[in-house]
């Protein structure tokens, strides 16, 4: 029997996860509530039901653009495959995923401009001292997670692709193919 592909609207809750396999394959879990609505005809208003919660597991790319652009309280819009129900929660294996535009406003990399365009361009302040910040910010300077290098933390490659900004598509490798 093939595995039931379902389509979920919700909140994240909680933060993402990333994990990196032994090959080096990212992998990331992130919680998700969907609270289903019902109109009432006697009190003629929308009542919220019982919320449904689900576990959701990504993977590769898909867990690497999850983790960078997920956060608590992101309403997103969830297709993926039911794995298993236990402990009161859905397990979904996702297979696309996106940012629900119902209460907000979302922006491409390629539609934003670069942090330096927005500073104020000043005889007196060199341009370099405006994009450094900029770039430790992007590193992941200050955040309290654990680097590259750490126990937990990404391997080396991941903060050299995150600090140049994700332009291009990491190679594939045979190593790569998971579940």
């Known amino acids: 029997m093939a595995p039931s592909v379902t389509h979920v609207s919700g909140t994240v809750t909680g933060n993402v996860e990333v ?4 090959s080096g ?11 289903p609505t019902q109109w009432d005809a006697a009190a003629r208003q929308w009542r919220d039901g019982t919320p449904i919660r689900y576990v959701c597991t990504a993977w590769r790319d898909l867990a690497r653009n999850a983790t960078e652009s997920l956060t608590d309280g992101v309403s997103v ?15 979904l294996s996702v297979d696309d995923l996106g940012i629900s535009l119902r209460q907000r406003i979302a922006y491409t990399e390629t539609s934003l401009p670069s942090p330096a365009a927005a500073a104020p361009v000043s005889p007196t302040v060199p341009v370099a001292s405006i994009a450094a910040p900029a770039a430790a910010q992007a590193a992941g300077a ?8 750490q126990a937990g933390g990404p391997p ?9 900004g994700w ?5 594939r490798t045979p190593a790569d193919v998971g579940p």
């Open 19 to 22: 994990r990196f396999t032994d």
């Open 142 to 149: 200050g955040t309290g997670s654990p680097t590259a290098g």
């Open 77 to 91: 819009l969830v297709t993926g495959r039911i794995t298993e129900i236990r402990d009161d929660a859905v397990y």
């Open 167 to 171: 332009h291009r598509p990491a190679a």
């Open 25 to 35: 394959v990212a992998v990331c879990r992130f919680r998700l509530t969907q609270t």
């Open 156 to 164: 080396a490659w991941w903060e050299q692709r995150r600090a140049s």
